[in-house]
């Protein structure tokens, strides 16, 4: 299959050099040689196997940005960006390494105590601790405060009880950054994060959950029976900042989202340009009819647009300057696209792209949770819509 | 908010001159323009003293020796006020360059200081009842008789048809050599005989601007009239220009959705119904979060189209998604904003109703939509 990449049609403004040139092509080599080919076995096995965590690690590809002294290579947040471009573009949806990189051990290095950075990061860099975040429970999604985990507070550390779900490397996890409640009684000044190794006492995995797509990533349900953690878990050693140690991080996560997603209608764009290309129906090239051409004119305008407004958004958080409703709008509207352009893509090439063995079948499948995960849309609506100014109550 | 590396401080200077203007001299006057379905010449005057004429023309001749941002200023202070129809950037934007980037210098001398006066007031006539979009198909014919040429046919939809006094027509030199025999002529209605105006047409919106027939029964061009003085020179003095036409119909849209979201942020924060505020309800906050993005990924795109046209580097194919992103999302937030005013939305008093039904043409016009995606089609 055609693993082009459509290219925008406006010359990017980010800032990159010849030294990200060349960690590009080696990023490239790593996710078209030794993590694509093996998705189809990942995907019957609903995992991905501890050796390519440790493989990614050892070419320096897990958390990059972390200072050198915990492991990292001191990369910037354009390498961040190559890593996620180039992973989306090979067609590989597992392992979740931006989880690990960008999610979880930002919070360890921002938050976290001396000690538990020096505990953890060199292991994750590594590949050797592979790590997870717990905030979603059966009854709190998005709702973060409706959390019902509780940590309570014993002579030497915490006693934890609880369950969380859809906990992305949740089967794989030897870290899970978990969010509980310290004091039930304070809404969100009442959420504290714990660093738990799940070979504590107490820790349970339920399923590995089956899901609509992205068959090759583990997705587990967590309980915590009684579960017994010293004082040294709790992230940064002081209760109750959880809530707004997890909002400070969502401006760069629904960057993020918004990066891979804008490389996924890249990738389905270039592959479904190919297809209408090669196939001919009623005597004539499937590209050369109007409404093929109409389409995907819609779509690669759709594509250029967010080429520019993404940019703009990277350089802006580079700066320090992405505001949460920005991010958010980012976040809705390029998942909104994207699963519009595959769609899209899918009715073009017909039947073959309801068969799995085509990639955008399953970009199609897979590709449905970036309007859920990251904060639904309806988050991002709200978020955008409590900026619109006009009186508030 | 504009961030463009091109925009300065003196823009914002000119700004405060033109909304002065716009409050002054153009809003208290809607119904009466409107009535009339046209704006009076006056106008054109007071806004060439008011130096909103032909801001981009060189001060050579006449010009206020500005940029892009002159063009985009007028036309984002008119549409504060909800004139999104008034045809200053037609006149000084569109046509003027025509004169200035192709014609011969008598031409310039002779044209450009009365335009950026309001003396002359200027249309161009391309459509035909039988070509629109395709140009090429114009029958509309000059033919050389010795002592210049003959004007011989009709044009329909041209703006400022009614209130121009000077014409850049689009006709056939040669019939037999297709985009090639078409050239651009300039015509002074004053002294034309032969020329006359058809209706104005009735409108779906942009009311306070005139739209006209136009026939030509055997006008006599004399030979200076020629754009430039080349035959044949027309299609690609046309094509040439299209990137910044588009270019300037989507700084319109763009404002457009701007003000159309403030406007409805503010009706629904003093209507009520059901006990609380339209703006507490989540539809509406959602409605108009999906506006607002929008809104704000289209001026991050317009942004950087702006730029990128200043440094010479906006092509055909990008101007052209430009064009159509940003009218179609104009179309889509004028009616979600439409829909939040309720029955006062379908009322022509309220600036929704007039926004709505003008922003239906920004599809059409400068190149329909369906042509934009041909454009882009191509390079796929």
Redesign the interface.
Known sequence: MSNAYAQP??PS?LPYTDEHAIFRTSVRRFFETEVAPKQPEWEEAHITPRSIWKRAGELGFLCPRLPEQYGGAGADFLHTIILAEEQVRSGAIAPMYALQSDVVAPYLLQYGTEEQKRHYLPAMASGDCIASIGMTEPSAGSDLQAIRTTAKKLNDGYTITGQKTFISNGINADLVVLACKTDTGAGARGVSLFLVDTDTLGFSRGRNLKKLGQHAADTAELFFDDMHVPETALLGGVEGRGFPQLMDRLVEERLMTGVMSVAMIDRALAMT?QYVKDRKAFGQRI?DF?NT??T???A???A???H??LE?CILDFMDGKLDPA?SA?LK??STEQQNAIVDDCVQLHGGYGYILDYPIAKMWVDGRITKIYGGAN?I????????????A? | MIRSRHYTPAHEDFRATVRRFMEKECAPHRDEWQAAGRTPSDLWRKAGEAGLLCTKTSSEYGGGGGDLFHCLIILEEQTRICFNELTFYLHSDIIAPYIELYGTEDQKRQYLPKMATGEFVAAIAMTEPGAGSDLQAIRTTAKSDGNGYRLNGQKVFISNGQVGNLIVVAAKTDTGAGAKGISLFLLETDKAEGFTRGKNLKKIGCKVQDSSELFFDNVHLPPESLLGGVEGQGFPMLMRRLPEERLIMAISAVANMEEAVVETVEYTGERKAFGQRLLDFQNTRFKLAECKTKAVIGRAFLDRCIDAFIEGELDTTTAAMLKWWTTQRQNEVADECLQLHGGYGYMMEYNIARRYADSRLGRIAGGTDEIMKDIIGRTL
């Open positions: 049609s406006m403004s340009i590209l109007q051409r109409f995907l004119a819609e690669k305008t759709e250029t647009v967010l520019v407004f703009r920005t709008m809705y509207w309806e991002m609506k709200d978020i955008i819509g409590r900026t619109l100014g006009g009186r109550r």
